[in-house]
């Protein structure tokens, strides 16, 4: 009885796993007849909310599969921040069967994915392209790697700086107000401190707590327009640790934090230290504001985070000045979103013409809309439907754009960044903190994480 | 005598029944484990031309690791938090709720017990934005001091220690109320008799005869605490200025922001290191409460 009953689980084991086998390769007769591309986005990062987000991707699915109706668009969402999007990408890429036909990713990662071999050169689709010859040659750029072009842009971030009219008025500093050096940016933050007390004078993101995109916005922004804009010296193949343009940078820091221009540490250091003033510039809490391109387009109806309808009045942009007001006296870095298709792809002539199909005019500006971007094509960024839909952001991130300056795309500029935000922590956390000391603990870090022979002083 | 025996000879059916554990457990542990040390002494990176074609560096990760003074920043760290938290912290917390809860009415003793274990058993996650919420500037503990002090901030290790104390300590209780309760009242009386004071009966007596439950407790929350990467990580991120960037965290920062697999897989197995030890030591000190028991 015993053994009678064994030998019946034994058949039974047996034919669960036979439908199991059976069920894991069979497929919906449907399915098999179609050609699937698949693609890999941000769920919770690029857009300004996931409502915007699954808009854009469910659109440029329905609308491709209407097109092609032997196609399927196979979405795979990808959630989490940015570093998320980076470790899931590169999980996916690590097998074939998982690659996705196109990704989305951001465009300091584009090098880093090439040369891991995963990305398909676009060089013979772009050139047969309307839309390529239209991007500024510094957006070309993000997507070469050795000579090739493996991906395109979707939109890019600028750097701006915003002030409050409300709170000029009142503390009777002149409006509109046109900075032109450093200095002036100081000196209206001082007024503001004396006249204004309790208002943040000058925003300016410090310490760890935002990663990457407090350097982005701060140190790399002001770097830009400093004496020595360098990061990473391409002749020599080493990381400036110490020179006289992040000496200027530092001492901005250093002037803003000892003498109490800047906002609390509590803000600074916080995960949501990139969206703050977004909320606190309408709150009137902030009067000059480091920010990005992406604040006007959130005060908008369509994403309401939040939705403030005298905007364009109260809260006025300019460009962040150089150090000392040399021409063209824009300081910027840029940094964006590409998409990319992958090396492995089973169907590459598919999977451009479905790139080429996001890149059309109006999932451009619909994307740049519902992201906070400006289009990387010189035509859409003229487009009234891009530049009313945040005026006067939209107009002034795109004339700011062609000067952004990029990240060094190597993995080791994130070692770098990682320095300078605790050179920054430290200064707005301990205003006594010296410029020396500031570049000592960028120095320090950088020599001890990467190697004393890689990094280099620039005089 | 004969049972001891028995169990020391090596039984075949015995071992066939356990086959599919050791199986499981060399698949699911032992191998990735070993994995992860031999991923530790190579190159491999999230991203670039070594994330597939990756090879074995020989010493070159260690001898980084020896003159990385980040890491010996980040050991010396670990061995505050945990000590300061899971060793003293816990323990003498967990300790003191466990003789109060014992000695309460029995409502106080429900309700405590029930705050207590409710704290344990919420998930890294909310404790972590608890304490968050609770010690930045605007929360109840600035606050209470009258000012806008950010005591997140400014005292970053001792307020993830006191979160993890806060998040731990109803473990402790649990762990050590039960070894409260196996001590034999006529002992206690006996020592009462003789004309020890309370503290004194406590401290002669009670200890002493929970002394292996204690440091059961210690070694266990020790081992909790060691994993304990997302209450840090939530609160603080490791910062600031890397004031509290214990091992687990470091070795995140490394594999996962700046994409060096092996020098973070490295980092992990130093963590791995340590966890062994305190579990080894777990294990002799449960075989030799076994035995003294016995």
Redesign the interface.
């Known amino acids: 009885m015993l053994e009678h009953r064994r030998r019946l689980l034994c058949a039974a084991a047996l034919a669960a796993a036979a439908m199991t086998v059976a069920g894991g390769t069979s497929r919906p007769a449907q399915a098999a007849d179609k050609t699937v591309i698949s693609c890999a986005y941000s769920e919770t990062y690029v857009f300004d909310n996931e409502d915007l987000t699954k808009k854009w991707w469910g659109g440029i699915k329905a609308d491709f599969e209407k097109m092609h109706p032997d196609v399927t668009v196979q979405l795979v969402p990808i959630q989490g921040g940015y570093d998320d999007i980076v470790n899931k990408l590169s999980l996916l890429y690590r097998s074939p069967a998982t690659a996705p036909d196109i990704a989305q990713m951001a465009t300091p990662t584009v090098d880093r994915f090439a040369s891991s071999g995963y990305l398909l050169p676009l060089d013979k689709y772009l050139a047969k392209t309307d839309w390529w010859k239209k991007f500024p040659p510094v957006i070309q750029g993000e997507g070469a790697w050795q000579g090739k072009t493996y991906s395109v842009n979707t939109g890019e971030n600028d750097s701006m700086l915003y002030y409050n009219v409300d709170l000029f008025k009142k503390a009777g500093l002149p409006v509109p107000w046109k900075p032109t050096s450093w200095n002036d940016i100081l000196a209206a933050g001082r007024v503001i401190k004396a006249k204004l007390p309790g208002v943040v004078p000058i925003w300016i993101l410090a310490g760890t707590g935002s990663g990457d995109n407090t350097v982005l916005m701060g140190v790399d922004t002001m770097l830009a327009g400093s004496s020595t804009p360098t990061i990473f010296d391409e002749k020599t193949q080493k990381w400036v640790v110490d020179s006289p343009g992040l000496r200027e940078v530092f001492g901005f820091y250093h002037s803003v934090f000892s003498e109490g221009l800047g906002a609390k540490i509590s803000d600074l250091f916080s995960t949501s230290g990139v969206t703050a003033p977004v909320f606190m510039i309408p709150k009137n809490q902030i009067a000059i504001t480091f920010g990005s391109n992406f604040y006007g387009g959130n005060w908008s109806k369509l994403v309401s985070t939040p939705y403030w309808p005298q905007a364009a009045q109260v809260a006025a942009v300019v460009p962040v000045p150089t150090v000392n007001g040399k021409a063209p006296n824009i300081s910027t870095t840029i940094g964006g979103w590409d998409l990319a298709i992958s090396a492995t792809t089973k169907h590459p002539d598919l999977a451009f013409e479905l790139l080429d199909f996001m890149m059309n005019k109006e999932n451009q500006i619909n994307a740049a809309n519902w992201a906070g971007f400006v289009p990387a094509d010189t035509d859409y960024v003229k487009d009234p439907s891009f530049i009313n839909f945040a005026a006067p952001y939209n107009e002034l991130s795109a004339v700011v754009l062609p000067y952004g300056v990029i990240e060094p795309p190597s993995g080791d500029y994130l070692v770098w960044s990682r320095g300078a935000q605790e050179a920054t922590g430290a200064l707005a956390q301990h205003p006594n903190t010296t410029v020396d000391q500031a570049i000592g603990i960028l120095s320090d870090y950088v020599k001890n994480q990467l190697d004393p022979s890689q990094t280099e002083v620039l005089k | 005598m004969m049972e001891g025996d028995a169990a020391e000879k090596p039984d075949g059916v015995a071992f066939l029944l356990l086959l599919p554990t050791v199986i499981l457990l060399l698949a699911l542990f032992v191998g990735p484990v070993l994995y992860a040390f031999y991923l530790g002494l190579t190159n491999i990176?999230?991203?670039?031309?070594t994330?597939?074609h990756f090879h074995f560096t020989g010493m070159s990760n260690l001898h980084r690791l020896v003159h990385?003074?980040?890491f010996w920043k980040s050991l010396k760290l670990t061995a505050i938090f945990v000590a300061a938290s899971a060793i003293v912290g816990v323990t003498v917390v967990g300790m003191a709720l466990a003789v109060l809860i014992q000695h309460a009415v029995a409502w106080l003793r429900a309700a405590v017990g029930a705050i207590v274990v409710v704290a344990w058993m919420l998930p890294p996650l909310t404790a972590a934005l608890i304490w968050y919420a609770f010690s930045?500037?605007?929360g109840t503990l600035s606050l209470l001091g009258g000012s806008?002090a950010?005591v997140?901030?400014t005292f970053p290790m001792f307020v993830v220690c006191l979160a993890n104390i806060w998040a731990t300590a109803g473990f402790s209780m649990l762990v050590l109320s039960a070894g409260l309760r196996s001590v034999p009242t006529e002992v206690l009386e006996a020592g009462r008799m003789e004309g020890a004071s309370r503290w004194r009966v406590f401290w002669s007596l009670t200890i002493p005869i929970i002394q292996p439950t204690i440091v059961t407790n210690i070694l266990l929350v020790t081992l909790l605490s060691l994993a304990n990467f997302s209450l840090i990580y939530i609160m603080t991120?490791?910062?600031?200025?890397?004031a509290t960037n214990i091992l687990p965290i470091y070795s995140y920062q490394q594999a996962?922001?700046?994409?060096k697999l092996g020098y973070g897989a490295l980092l992990g197995d130093v963590v791995v290191i340590i966890a062994t030890i305190f579990a080894y030591l777990y294990v002799r000190v449960s075989r030799a409460t076994r035995v003294a028991a016995a």
């Open positions: 990176a999230l991203m670039g031309p994330a597939r990385d003074s980040l930045t500037t605007g806008q950010d997140l901030n991120g490791g910062g600031p200025g890397n996962l922001v700046f994409g």
